[in-house]
């Protein structure tokens, strides 16, 4: 796995820098436009007196660009998920063949499969609705209940609280084996050009008799993006502390100046963290499940004497390992 990295971590991770860069610039234009529509309101909000309750007039328009720049955001980070995604099939199908990986080729092959892998990771997303939806309703029944109990009458919450969390026990152990189950349909949609219903039928396909290996490989690749994601956040946020500590205290009649830059610096900082961590957690797993893609194909339908022509010169060099049957 770190061999097919080391040979198109530029690539990969150029494409990954280059989104989620885009994807920031986008939403933060989106931010500055509402601003620049509602900045009025909202400082007519602030403003207020202290006893003033803001009118409904008031906060309408705040309301309409928050969820606008919201529902924006949203759609561009699932694009750019999307691009990521199908990036990481993109660079292996060049690694695992030996061919030299460009940047260009990286780049169209992956817009290309786009569509088919976002479908795939939505249909693959709402397997977890109904474990998530059950957890949710278990907490509001808790809080609720909480705040029953100050009245003496708790027990009907305690009891929908009991019977979420019981949900959730039972859902979670199936929405676990399907999302194994469906773990590989984002390679198939890049490797294989199929859709996403023929993605997910191919990869359950794949993972049978592999159920148990691709789980354990797929979690420890999640744990440890998560490890790296969670030490990369805390070095920043430890960072963050010295240019932070060099602004404060302010004097009484010190300029502001001083600690707009240590607030831009900690930002900046935090931003770059942020990035990092993203596209670590983004990209590593997929790797993983992109390895074990291609494992499986060799393990299943003898694909390794394909690979290895193709990756000697000596066969012919398909665009992608072909797709049995």
Not at 169 to 179: E, F, K, N
Request: glycine letters at 12%.
């Amino acid at each position: 796995m770190f061999a097919s990295i080391g040979r198109g971590w530029k690539q990969l991770y150029g494409t990954a820098v280059a989104v989620y860069l885009a994807a920031a610039l986008l939403v933060g234009g989106a931010i500055a436009v509402a601003y620049s529509a509602v900045g009025d309101r909202l400082h007519e909000i602030i403003d207020l007196p202290r006893s003033g309750e803001p009118s409904w007039d008031q906060v309408q328009p705040l309301v309409v660009a928050f969820v606008c720049v919201w529902v924006f955001a949203l759609v561009v980070m699932l694009l750019s998920t999307g691009v990521v995604t199908a990036a990481v099939p993109a660079v292996l199908q060049d690694t695992v063949l030996g061919r030299p990986v460009v940047f260009g080729a990286v780049w169209r092959r992956a817009w290309a499969r786009v569509p088919a892998v976002l479908g795939t990771v939505l249909l693959t997303g709402l397997i977890a609705l109904v474990p998530i939806a059950l957890l949710m309703f278990g907490f509001v029944a808790v809080t609720v209940g909480l705040l029953s109990s100050l009245d003496g009458d708790g027990g009907a919450a305690g009891g929908l609280a009991a019977l979420g969390f019981l949900g959730v026990l039972a859902t979670a152990p199936v929405t676990v084996w399907l999302w194994v189950k469906f773990s590989l349909a984002a390679h198939v949609a890049v490797f294989e050009g199929q859709g996403p219903i023929r993605s997910m039928r191919r990869s359950w396909d794949l993972v049978r008799g592999g159920w148990w290996r691709i789980f354990g490989i797929s979690l420890l690749g999640y744990l440890m993006a998560a490890v790296v994601s969670i030490v990369i956040r805390e070095a920043v946020d430890v960072a963050s502390v010295f240019p932070m500590a060099g602004t404060a205290p302010l004097d009484e009649g010190e300029d502001l100046a001083t600690l707009l830059v240590g607030m831009s610096g900690w930002l900046a900082l935090a931003m770059v963290g942020q990035l990092v961590a993203q596209i670590v957690t983004s990209t590593f797993p997929q790797l993983v499940t992109g390895l074990l893609y291609v494992d499986q194909r060799i393990r299943v339908e003898n694909l390794a004497p394909v690979l290895a022509s193709a990756a000697g010169g000596t066969g012919p060099r398909p665009s992608a390992p072909p797709v049995a049957g």
